[in-house]
C-alpha cells in the first residue's frame, strides 16, 4: 500500500477555493493505492508548524467525500491534528470519487484493508506522530470505525457518528456488532434519536454488547437527533465538541 506516484507522502495538489478559503491550514489532495489496485483519494489536512502531530482519519458515509466534510475536518486540523478525509470504498458520489475493490460498498472486514492503506498514507504526512492515530467516522463511516478498530487497525481511538452498526453486504461478511468482541481501544458512540436513516436502535445495541464484554465504550444520544449530525444546527457543535474531548483524551497523549 503506497502513495500513487508519490514518494514519502509528498502533496500533489491544493483543494478548491470554495474549501481552502474557509480554513487556515494546509490543504491538499493525495492519490493512494489501496488494496488490488484499489486507487483512493484523500484530503489532507495540516496545522501550521513542524509538529508531531496526531493524525485523524475521517471516514465518509453512502454520500461520499462531499462538501460538508470538507469543511468540517479542518476544525480538527486547527486543533492540532493531522486529519485525512479519505475515500474508503467504491463511490461515484462526493466531490473526490474514488475505484475502490468492487464489492467493499458498506462497512466490512475487507474494507479495513482500505482504511489501513489511508492510515498508512496518513502517516507519511511529514510531522505526524505515527504512534497516535484516531478515527472518526459518519454513518457507513461511523459503522467502519468500530470495524476497523475491531480487525486489527492500529488505532488508539475512534468515534462513530450515526453509526451503522449492523450493515454489510453479504451473509458472508460481519457487520460490526458481529465483530464487537474484537473491539481494540477506546470508542465513543454519537447518535441522534430520531435517526431516521440508522436507527438508534442499532447503537444502543451496540453500545451495550459492548459494555457487557468489557470494552470501553463511550455514548451520547441527542434527544431528537437525525442523521448528519456533524452538520445540524442544533448538535453539531457539541458533536464536535464531545468529539475532540475524546480524542485529545485517548489519541493525543
Known sequence: MR????????????????????TDVDAQVIG????????LQAVVFRPPGNGPFPLLLVL?????????YLQWAPNFARAGYV?????????????????????????????????????DAGRRV?????????????S????????????????????????????????NDASAIAVVANLRGPLLILHGTRDGNVPVR????????????????QAYYYDGGEHGLPWSPKFGEDVFRRSLEFLN?????
Not at 483524551?249 to 497523549?253: D, E, M, N, T
Request: hydrophobic residues 40%; charged residues 15%; positive net charge.
Open 3 to 22: 502513495l500513487v506516484g508519490l514518494c514519502l507522502g509528498l502533496l500533489v495538489a491544493l483543494l478548491p477555493i470554495s474549501a481552502a478559503a474557509q
Open 32 to 39: 493512494v493505492e489501496g488494496p488490488e489496485r484499489a486507487r
Open 60 to 68: 465518509h458515509g453512502s454520500d461520499g467525500v462531499h462538501q460538508g
Open 83 to 119: 486529519t485525512v478525509v479519505g475515500c474508503w470504498f467504491g463511490t461515484s458520489q462526493g466531490q473526490y470519487p474514488c475505484q475502490a475493490v468492487p464489492g467493499l460498498m458498506a462497512p466490512n472486514l475487507q474494507a479495513t484493508k482500505n482504511v489501513v492503506a489511508l492510515i
Open 126 to 138: 511529514p510531522g505526524v506522530r505515527r504512534d497516535r492515530v484516531g478515527l472518526v467516522g459518519n
Open 140 to 171: 457507513l463511516g461511523g459503522g467502519m470505525v468500530a470495524i476497523a478498530a475491531s480487525a486489527g487497525a492500529d488505532v488508539q481511538g475512534g468515534v462513530a457518528i450515526s453509526g451503522a452498526f449492523e450493515s454489510t453486504i453479504s451473509r
Open 202 to 217: 442499532e447503537a444502543r445495541t451496540y453500545e451495550d454488547s459492548a459494555r457487557k464484554l468489557g470494552k470501553s465504550v
Open 249 to 253: 483524551q485517548y489519541v493525543r497523549r
